[in-house]
């Protein structure tokens, strides 16, 4: 059984990093080289469908790792399991706090009532996102160490 949660947890993780690692490198940079508002709509889409999905995905993953902490507590690499939970909680206070009222104020804006402000704010927000990934990349592979 603890083989199974092993193996879905680094699959839920895997595929969050995939995701985020997508939007920072992938996603962004398309919709920044946008031309006229279309960029600014891309990614006010963005945060309204990811928003919408992202929270469940990020809480799902932390409720996965704790699970296998718990599960194999005497088990090698449980160390680097409750590192990597500590992480994803890092990554969780860290959009709560950081990411997510950017992301509220981005959702909802157009090209008629966006702020003078927007291309910073959004510059802001994939700044922190770069922080965010990197640790959700670092808490991947904690997971996979564990493992061995």
């Not at 507590?73 to 950017?102: D, E, K, N, Q, Y």
């Not at 927000?125 to 564990?146: K, M, P, T």
């Amino acid at each position: 059984m603890l083989s199974a949660l092993e193996v879905v947890t680094i699959v839920v993780v895997g595929v969050m990093v995939g995701v985020e690692f997508s939007v920072a490198f992938v996603m962004i940079p398309i919709l920044n080289a946008l031309p006229e508002d279309s960029g600014q709509l891309g990614h006010a889409h963005g945060g309204r469908m990811l928003g919408a999905v992202m929270p469940f995905w990020y809480i799902g993953s932390l409720v996965l790792v704790a699970a296998w902490a718990v599960a194999g507590w005497h088990h090698r690499g449980t160390g680097l399991v409750v590192t990597a939970g500590a992480l994803l909680i890092l990554t969780v206070i860290m959009s709560l706090l950081l990411l997510v009222p950017i992301n509220n104020r981005n959702k909802t804006w157009t090209p008629d009532n966006r702020p003078a402000d927007w291309k910073e704010q959004t510059n802001r927000w994939s700044r922190y996102h770069y922080v965010r990934v990197a640790a959700i990349i670092a808490a991947f592979a904690l997971l996979v160490a564990a493992l061995t």
